[in-house]
C-alpha cells in the first residue's frame, strides 16, 4: 500500500510529474521531428526502404505513447526498461532520461547501474545517429547550436562538437547524479532511523541493566535485614515451643503456629528475592505458591482461627474446580487481605466471612468485622485499593461500609471457567 502523501507533498510530485511528462513530449518531438527530416532527405536503398519507413512510424507512434509511460513511471520498473529499449532502438531522443533518477533512487545498485548503462548507450546511439542529419531541420545538435532564425530546415549547417558533448553530459549525467543523490539521501535516511532504533535498543539495554542493579541491592537488602528478623523469630518460637511443650501445651500451640507461619513468611520472603533477581521467574513462582481451587479459601478462615480470632466462615462455590486459575489466584488473594486487614484493625474482634457462587453466577465475598473503639478508622488503605483493583481487573467491584459497630467489605467477581 502506498503511503498517503502531506496535501503539500502531492501537490509538488504532481508538478514535477507535470514538469517531467512536459520535457518527454519536447524532447521526442524534437528528435522525431529531426529524423523525419534525415528520412526525407537520405536516399534509402529499395532493400531496407521498409524498414526506415517502420522505424519513424513506430518512432511518431511514441510521441503519444512515451509521455503517458513516462506519466506512469512509478507503477512498475519494466516501464523504464521498456523507454530504454525504445531510446536504444528508435530515434525517439534520450527520453529515458525525465524517469531514471525516480528508479535510481528506488532500485538497488546494481539494478540502477545497469539502467544508467542503458542510458548511456542509448544517449550515446541516439547523438550518432542524430549526427548524421547534415541540415538544420534533420539535427537536434544542429538545431540547438544555430538557433538563429536565418536558417531554414534545408539548410546545411555545420556539426558542432560541443553542442554534441554539452547535450550528452545534460542528458546523461544529470539525470544519474540526481538518482545517485537521490538513492543516498534514502539510504542515509534509512540508515539513521536504524540508528535511532539501535540507540533506542542501547537506552532500553542500560535501563534495564540499571534496574537490575536496583533490583538486586534492594534483594539483598530484603535477604539481608528482613530475612535475618524472621530467622531468629523462627528460633525464639522454636526455643518457646520447646521450653514450653510440658508446663504450658497452650503457649506451645501459640509458639508453634508462630514458627509455621514465620516459615511461611521466610519462604515468600525468599520467593520475593528470587523474583527480584530473576523477573523471568514470576510465572513459575506464581505457579508453584498458587492456590489449586475455590476450595482453598476455606483454609484461610481456618489460619484466622489458629491465630485466636473469632471466625465465622461460611465458604459455598458450586463446582469449586471449574474456575479458572485467574479467578481463583484473584479470591484466594482478595480474602487473605480482607482476612488480614480485619485482624490488623480489629484484633480479637469477631470476623465474618461469606463466600458463595457458581458458574453463571459469579464469586461474592463478604467480610465483616467488628469495629474496635481504640482502633483507627479504617479508610481505604494500600491493601483495600488492592483488593478494588483487582476485582476490576476481572471486570468486578468492590464496595466499603463502615458502621458504628461493624466494619463489612463486599467483593463481586464474575465467573471465569
Aim: overall charge neutral; proline content about 5%; charged content about 20%.
Amino acid at each position: 500500500m502506498v503511503a498517503e502523501l502531506p496535501a503539500r507533498s502531492r501537490t509538488n510530485a504532481v508538478m514535477w510529474s507535470v514538469a517531467v511528462t512536459a520535457g518527454t513530449v519536447v524532447t521526442t518531438v524534437l528528435a522525431v521531428s529531426a529524423a523525419q527530416g534525415r528520412w526525407e532527405a537520405t536516399a534509402w536503398p529499395a532493400s531496407i526502404q521498409w524498414l526506415a519507413t517502420i522505424s519513424f512510424v513506430c518512432a511518431f507512434a511514441l510521441v503519444f505513447v512515451l509521455p503517458v509511460m513516462v506519466w506512469w513511471r512509478h507503477r512498475s520498473d519494466r516501464v523504464v526498461w521498456l523507454i530504454g529499449l525504445f531510446q536504444l532502438v528508435l530515434p525517439v531522443g534520450p527520453v529515458m532520461a525525465f524517469v531514471l533518477p525516480a528508479y535510481l533512487r528506488r532500485t538497488s545498485r546494481s539494478d540502477g547501474l545497469k539502467a544508467a548503462a542503458l542510458h548511456v548507450v542509448g544517449t550515446l546511439g541516439w547523438i550518432v545517429r542524430d549526427s548524421l542529419g547534415t541540415l538544420h531541420g534533420s539535427s537536434v545538435i544542429r538545431m540547438l547550436a544555430t538557433s538563429s532564425p536565418d536558417f531554414a530546415p534545408t539548410d546545411p549547417v555545420p556539426f558542432s562538437l560541443a553542442s554534441a558533448v554539452l547535450i550528452f553530459a545534460l542528458f546523461t549525467f544529470t539525470p544519474i547524479a540526481l538518482g545517485h543523490n537521490a538513492a543516498t539521501t534514502r539510504e542515509l535516511a534509512a540508515r539513521s532511523g536504524e540508528l535511532r532504533q539501535e540507540r533506542a535498543h542501547a537506552e532500553r539495554v542500560v535501563s534495564e541493566l540499571e534496574l537490575k542493579d536496583e533490583r538486586e541491592a534492594i534483594a539483598r537488602e530484603v535477604h539481608d535485614a528482613i530475612g535475618h528478623r524472621l530467622s531468629m523469630i523462627h528460633l525464639y518460637a522454636s526455643g518457646l515451643e520447646l521450653a514450653a511443650k510440658d508446663a504450658d501445651p497452650e503457649l506451645a500451640d501459640n509458639a508453634t503456629l508462630v514458627r509455621t507461619e514465620t516459615q511461611k513468611t521466610v519462604d515468600d520472603l525468599r520467593s520475593l528475592v528470587r523474583l527480584m533477581r530473576q523477573p523471568g521467574s514470576f510465572a513459575a513462582n506464581s505457579a508453584a505458591t498458587a492456590p489449586r481451587s475455590l476450595s482453598d479459601i476455606a483454609h484461610l478462615a481456618d489460619d484466622l482461627l489458629a491465630a485466636s480470632q473469632q471466625c465465622s466462615s461460611s465458604v459455598s462455590i458450586s463446582d469449586p474446580d471449574k474456575a479458572s486459575a485467574t479467578l481463583v489466584r484473584a479470591a484466594y488473594r482478595i480474602v487473605q487481605e480482607l482476612l488480614t486487614n480485619a485482624a490488623r484493625h480489629a484484633p480479637g474482634s469477631r470476623v465474618w466471612l461469606s463466600v458463595k457462587g457458581g458458574p453463571g453466577q459469579g464469586v461474592t465475598i463478604d467480610v465483616t468485622n467488628d469495629v474496635v473503639k481504640s482502633a483507627a478508622p479504617a479508610g481505604p488503605g494500600s491493601g483495600l485499593r488492592g483488593v478494588a483493583e483487582r476485582a476490576e481487573l476481572l471486570g468486578g467491584w468492590a464496595t466499603m461500609d463502615r458502621g458504628d459497630k461493624r466494619f463489612a467489605v463486599r467483593v463481586f467477581l464474575p465467573w471465569q471457567g
